[in-house]
């Protein structure tokens, strides 16, 4: 018997950096791209990459970096199962990641949260412990906390949930100070929102072929907060393209301080679709990857997609249109 699941990259629609400070949201939307695994019985656990075959024994002592999340989550589901009395069973993890490009470029979708989500989703199945979505979503971040690795959260349920949603940051400090942790899966988590949204307005997505690592993090001014909040409250409420733009500015504004943020490419990226009278912005923290343009005229698509080809930019065709 196999058990197979796949989970989708995601892409912040507006609401990044906001969605840092808890209490406060961003729009997170999946997309048609996926990290996928096999799970079957074995005698031994191990995980197969790319046709290599890590025993979970080894993983352990010497773990390659892009395994260490599912390593992590392996370990914490054994250890909820004990609470359970459940004896883990053996299995063999296959993954194939198609959220890397073919040059082995990752394309900022959330890889790591996917992992993560993956292979929560198929133990889940796999030890038939029905738990339900918020479950493995808290889950997902205690495993992050471990690995001392926290974001937002907004990729997280994304992903897990795989639907558009309003996502509201948790309160990092009680999490923070929390001793406990699987005690924390059965009870509300302060200021946490996760509302699933139906429909959302048609993107396009750029990627822009690079990824850089920020030199230095900076404090963000407590006035972005206020002002990103009302920009992704009204966007919310109404899908006007204005507040993408006005966000844009806001981000702009952020990069003056995180140097380095707005790449070449993604300026680039902006100002080409601003021509054509197209809202765009970036989608996640800058340094490269991905941009996004909302397009209310099809008709413009084939333009937008020239402009970007001459910007080095990559037309990814992975924003799901059966909202």
Known sequence: MKWHEKVAGKLYIIGEYNVLKSGHGAIVAPVNLFLQGTLTLNGHTTIIENNIAYPLDVLQNDCPHQLENTLATINFFNEYLATLKIKPKHFALTIENNLISDEQIKYGLGSSAAAIVLTLKLLNQFHATNLSA????????????????????????????????????????????????????????????????????????????????????????????????????????????????????LLEELSLAKKGMMTDRLRALVTSAASLGIAAKISGAGYGDCGIAQVSDPAKIQALTKLWHNEHIKVLNIWRKDR
């Open 134 to 249: 918020l479950i493995l979503f808290k889950m997902a971040v205690l495993i992050q906390k471990r690995r001392g690795i926290l974001s937002s959260g907004g990729d997280l349920a994304a992903t897990l949930f795989d639907m558009p949603l309003y996502y509201v940051r948790y309160d990092v400090d009680w999490l923070t100070n929390e001793t406990r942790e699987f005690p924390l899966l059965q009870i509300d988590w302060p200021l946490l929102k996760i509302r699933l949204l139906t429909k959302l307005p048609t993107f396009v997505v750029g990627w822009t072929k690079e990824t850089i690592k920020p030199k230095h993090n900076c404090t963000i001014d407590p006035t972005f907060f206020t002002k990103a909040q009302t920009l992704v409250d009204n966007y919310r409420f109404t899908y006007d393209e204005i507040y993408i733009r006005k966000y844009q500015a």
